[in-house]
C-alpha cells in the first residue's frame, strides 16, 4: 500500500523519476517503477503533444519517457538508491526533477483524458466535458494527489469486473481506495453500501470529496486504515475490491484476508503482473478464497474470486 502522507508541511515538494526508453521496452520499465509510484506510473510519447496521443496519422513515437513521483521526504535518498540499483542491473539509468504539488497535477492532467471502460462506465476528468449517452454511468474524478485516475490496466480490469460482481443493494469493501474510483463506480453500478479504506489520509479525503462530486457520498463511507481495521470492526462484505500490489495481497493473505468477504461473496484483485497471477491464486486458496477467473489486459491482470459457503 502507499506510504503515509506528512501532514506537517501545507506545501509539499515531488520528485519527477523519469526514464527514456523504447516503445518495445516501455512497459517493462513501468512494471520496474510500479511498486515505487504510490500515485500510479505514466508514458509520456516523446515528441508527441498530449492533445493528439490518439490521433491515428501520427507514426509511432520512437522514445517513451516513463514517469513516476515520489514524496519528498527522509526516506527519498534511499528509495532513489533502490530505483537506481534495479534500473542498473536492466541497463537504464533515471533523471530526477523537483516539482512541487501544482506542477505535478498538471503534469497528469495532461495525459488524462475521459475514458470508457467495459459496457457502461465512463471515466470523465472533472476539467473535460461530455456529452451523456444512454446507459451511460459517468464517474467525474478529480484525483488530486491520490492514487486512481481510471487509465491504468489495473484500474479499468477492476472497473470491468465490478460491472459482473455488483448486484442491487451489496455491501462492498475497496481496501486501498486512493481516489475512490472503485468505490464510486460500485455505488452507481448498484452498491448499497461501500467502505473505503487507505492508510494514506489524503486518499481518504480526496476519496470523500469526490463521492460528494458524484452525488454518492451517503453510500461511500471512506476512513483511514487497513486490513485490520477492517477485520477488527467485525463486518463482513457481499463484495471485496483491492487495487494493490500483488506482494501485499499475498501478505494480507496470511493475516486472514478471506475472512473479510461473506460466505457466498465475491472478491476483485488488481495490481498483478501476468508472472505474479499464479502465486497470488495459490495465497487466495489459502485464505479460503476460491479463484474463478483471471481477466488481462497487457502485463496485468485481475483476478475474480469467491468465498464459497462451506
Known amino acids: 500500500m502507499r506510504p503515509i502522507v506528512f501532514w506537517e508541511n501545507a506545501f509539499m515538494q515531488w520528485i519527477e523519476v523519469t526514464v527514456r526508453t523504447t516503445i518495445d521496452e516501455k512497459d517493462t520499465v513501468a512494471d520496474l517503477l510500479q511498486d515505487f509510484g504510490g500515485q500510479g506510473v505514466s508514458i509520456d510519447h516523446e515528441g508527441i503533444p498530449a492533445d493528439r496521443f490518439d490521433d491515428d496519422e501520427l ?15 527522509e526516506r527519498s535518498a534511499e528509495t532513489q ?50 456529452e451523456v449517452q444512454a446507459g451511460d454511468l459517468v464517474i467525474s474524478l478529480d484525483p488530486g494527489m491520490a492514487f486512481g485516475t481510471g487509465t491504468h490496466p489495473t484500474t479499468q480490469l477492476c472497473l470491468a469486473a465490478l460491472e459482473d ?13 486512493g481516489s475512490g474510483i472503485l468505490a464510486i463506480g460500485a455505488v452507481l453500478l448498484g452498491a448499497g453500501k461501500v467502505l473505503a479504506v487507505d492508510i494514506d489520509p489524503l486518499a481518504v479525503e480526496v476519496t470523500t470529496e469526490n463521492a460528494q462530486q458524484n452525488g454518492v457520498g451517503e453510500k461511500i463511507i471512506a476512513q483511514e486504515g487497513d486490513l485490520n481495521t477492517v477485520l477488527n470492526s467485525a463486518r463482513r462484505f457481499d463484495v471485496l475490491v483491492a487495487n494493490i ?19 457466498g461473496g465475491k472478491a476483485i484483485f488488481s495490481g498483478i503482473m501476468v508472472s505474479q497471477s499464479e502465486d497470488v491464486q495459490v495465497a487466495l486458496r489459502q485464505t479460503g478464497l476460491t479463484p474463478v477467473n483471471v481477466r488481462q489486459d497487457g502485463n496485468w491482470v485481475a483476478i475474480d474470486a469467491i468465498r464459497p459457503h462451506s
Open 165 to 177: 460482481a455488483i448486484a442491487p443493494g451489496v455491501t462492498v469493501l475497496d481496501l486501498g481506495c
Open 245 to 263: 500490489l500483488a506482494r501485499t495481497i499475498i501478505e494480507m493473505c496470511q493475516h486472514h484476508l478471506g475472512e473479510v468477504v461473506r460466505p
Open 81 to 130: 538508491g533502490e530505483i537506481e540499483a534495479l534500473l542498473a542491473d536492466h541497463g537504464y539509468k533515471p533523471l530526477y526533477r523537483h516539482v512541487d504539488d501544482q506542477d505535478w497535477a498538471e503534469a497528469w492532467k495532461a495525459h488524462y483524458h475521459t475514458t470508457r471502460i467495459g459496457k457502461r462506465l465512463i471515466i470523465r476528468p472533472l476539467w473535460e466535458e461530455y
Open 59 to 73: 507514426p509511432l513515437a520512437p522514445m517513451y519517457a516513463v514517469k513516476i513521483y515520489l514524496r519528498e521526504d
